[in-house]
């Protein structure tokens, strides 16, 4: 496999539920983000993570949590979401984020629905 | 604050004609990269081009060409002899210095149709 690959590409969840996304990337870079997309708003940043390390949080609720085991993969877990957390949730990558000239690669994407 | 500016909500083109994406930006940072992304229907994010802010010449990427006027702060996409596959969302970003990471910004998008 090649590129940034997130699963699952589609999620229905309750509010109650509890549930993951996974990106991982096989392109050999060091910096993950997680981004929300929501119809008619700004592509949103969420987390970023360096080498592993997250270095940044945009002031997002404790219901998402992230998580970096190593610089390939990244998670992003859900629990007690809201209606209007339906949304694309999006994975991307970068050789890492020091430097300002390096494109992000991103995944498909998981679009999440909450009842 | 960065900010990314992306004035059409949508532009139509018709197949084989050259189309021009507006972006501004506003920034106090000397060092940045500029980038435009194309999102088609099915959703991925697919990366076009890129100009980095101390870059003299206008990047080429095949049909893709990106006209960058630093001092009016833009950074237009021109996407010449369109095709109906270039029917899809596009949008500009920004990376820029936020404490040591470099964080994109990005605009609005601008959706481009275009006709056969």
């Known amino acids: 496999e090649t590129g940034v690959t997130q699963t699952p590409r589609h999620l229905v969840m309750g509010m109650t539920n509890k549930k993951s996304l996974k990106c991982e990337q096989h392109l050999g870079h060091n910096a993950m983000y997680w981004y929300k997309q929501s119809a008619k708003k700004p592509l949103e940043l969420m987390f970023v993570?360096?080498?592993?390390?997250?270095?940044e949080n945009n002031s997002v609720p404790s219901r998402f949590s992230p998580e970096c085991p190593n610089s390939s993969h990244l998670f992003l877990h859900l629990h007690t979401l809201q209606p209007e957390d339906s949304a694309l949730y999006l994975c991307?990558?970068?050789?890492?984020?020091?430097?300002?000239?390096?494109?992000?690669?991103f995944g498909d994407g998981t679009r999440l629905s909450i009842l | 604050a960065q900010k990314i500016t992306q004035t059409q909500p949508g532009m139509f083109v018709q197949e084989k004609e050259a189309v021009t994406l507006d972006c501004t930006y506003d920034t106090s940072d000397q060092s940045y990269g500029l980038f435009w992304y194309k999102q088609p229907s099915s959703g991925e994010m697919i990366f076009l081009i890129y100009?980095?802010?101390?870059?003299?010449q206008n990047a080429t990427e095949g049909r893709y060409s990106l006209n960058f006027q630093k001092a009016r702060k833009s950074a237009n996409l021109v996407i010449s002899a369109s095709q109906l596959g270039d029917s899809a969302m596009y949008f500009c970003a920004m990376s820029s210095a936020s404490g040591g990471s470099y964080i994109p910004t990005f605009g609005r998008g601008t959706s481009l149709i275009v006709h056969p």
């Open positions: 100009q980095g802010s101390y870059d003299e």
């Open positions: 993570y360096n080498f592993k390390e997250q270095t």
């Open positions: 991307a990558s970068s050789q890492d984020s020091g430097t300002a000239y390096q494109p992000q690669h």
